[in-house]
């Protein structure tokens, strides 16, 4: 039935609306935001209480690649590029070899299960053989749990570089059922290796151009985020044309802008994930509204015999033969395991089939669509709870809620930023050296600009105490963040969580081994009188260090509680029962 505009507006505004105001519930109860819109979707379709009729996968399928370059875009710029020190490799390795193991597996259960060719399993295979950008980039961030580097950024780059990987084997595997061509893997090779460098090479060399843009050309405050989904949009579609994999390179254009210095960063941040939830809500509720409930029923079980080999035995074997090269504790391995979230990504790319009009492409869509729902229920609402079973939470470092860029220099210690910080504590002093500081053409020293309690500024003194909820305004260099945030921040003697999990001292990185020994009765064997702390863990846990790591040293526990780069700063010391 056709509809006018304004029925067509309205109708998409009471959807938008219910699945934004339903989200608030899911947070309550542990359920993926993005399960909501899906849902919403669904029940506004053709079987649920809507009862819309849209059966249009080309639509859905532009509006799905439309969202999902906004969406990589958005969490390039979220992610950061000191992760890439620890998880650039283990991620690569998940984003290609990773895709690949678990769309033979997959494939070759679904071709025995449904009794169809192996290249339609295998088929099902690609398609659902890629996490989802943003499924993992939405529950790591709202879950409220915080993971250690290694662990957040191999899931966060995986699920950004993967895709380039699916789609060619998608494609690839869809031509070659319209064809009779014979399969030719140096073809195959040659083509992936095209995506890749084409699409990686133009998306880093995009993203530094429109940075420079961005820092050279004036624009009205709300036009920063507009010209950066613009160029992006333009980046993906122009790289996809040329043979490259857009993909990759709006993610690597959201990467490079999201860690180059401009004024405008907050602003832009605020804004760009604004539009990333839009496209997210948008797609989810468009393929929602693409899928027939009932007919998830036909082959329901064989569904999700499906999902729970992808979920517990190819995902899995994937995951632990990708990363045995690295080190990965095996609780780690784990979580990477569980967290192998399907969403969106593999409900467009079951549409490629659909669109090439193949048999058995129905088959494929529904069995896709409900490996997904399962996903995003079974492994999406335990996130949080997973990690702390596994006990790879870290707790969260102190941090400013609010900053702008006022001097952008590639070096850190000339740039300048406005930061406000939240006190978390009653009693706190804030240190002489800041409160006497005096301005000058050049800040040496973090300086206050004001302090805000109850929403008045004060006059502060040296014998101002800070009080929990106060908002403190400081001029700082970026390199001196960290510090300046831990003053304000509560202390770890009060609180649970980082007692217990750093340990009740601490000590630097450059400690002597041999005194701690001496301190805490550890024998000396083997310990040389120029050994330091930072040594210790460095010899037992290898050369790719975070925040988080531990080791057992005699009776006491060292746990690193802050780095700067790959070097060990300050590390935690917890005496442990024998």
Known sequence: MAIDANSFIF?????????????????????????????????????????????????????????????????????????????????????????????????????????????????????????????????????????????????????????????????????????????????????????????????????????????????????????????????????????????????????????????????????????AWLAQAGMFLLLGLLVTPSSLLTHGWQAVAIAAFLIFVARPIAVILCLLPFDFRWPERVYISWVGLRGAVPIVLALYPVIAGLSNSELLFEITFTVVLISLLLQGSTVPQVARWLKIEVPPAPAPITSFSLINDADANRSLELYEFLVQADGVRIPSTILHNVPSETVSTPQLVSLIRNQQPMVVDAQTELKSGDRIWMLLHPGDVNDVAQIFSQKASSSFLLQNFFGEFAIRGDASLIDLAKVYGVPLDGIDESDTAAELLQRQLGKHLVVGDRVRFGNIRLTIRQMNGGEIEVIGLKLQNN
């Open 11 to 275: 109708l998409a505004g009471i959807l938008l609306l219910v699945s934004i105001l339903a989200s608030s519930f899911t947070v309550r109860v542990g359920l993926p935001l993005l399960l909501v819109f899906l849902g919403i979707g669904m029940l506004a379709g053709e079987d649920g209480v809507g009862r819309l009729d849209f059966d249009n996968p080309n639509l859905a399928f532009f509006v799905g690649n439309l969202a999902l370059a906004i969406i990589l875009l958005d969490g390039g710029m979220q992610t950061k590029t000191s992760t890439f020190r620890v998880a650039l490799w283990p991620s690569l390795s998940l984003a290609t070899l990773g895709v690949v193991l678990t769309t033979a597996s997959v494939g070759t259960f679904a071709a025995w299960l449904l009794d169809v060719k192996l290249i339609y399993g295998l088929l099902l295979g690609a398609i659902v053989g890629s996490t989802d950008a943003a499924a993992v980039f939405s529950l790591l961030r709202n879950s409220g749990v915080k993971l250690n580097e290694r662990v957040g950024g191999t899931l966060e780059i995986e699920s950004g570089a993967n895709d380039p990987m699916a789609i060619l084997l998608v494609v690839m595997l869809t031509g070659l059922l319209q064809s009779s061509e014979p399969l030719s893997v140096l073809a195959f090779l040659g083509q992936m290796g095209q995506q890749f460098a084409i699409g990686g090479a133009l998306g880093v060399l995009g993203g530094k151009l429109l940075l420079m843009v961005l820092r050279r050309i004036p624009l009205v405050e709300g036009l920063h985020a507009l010209l950066i989904i613009a160029f992006g949009l333009a980046m993906f579609s122009g790289i996809n044309m040329i043979g490259g994999s857009g993909f990759l390179a709006v993610y690597l254009v959201g990467l490079t802008v999201g860690n180059g210095r401009i004024k405008q960063q907050e602003a832009i941040s605020q804004v760009m994930d604004g539009l």
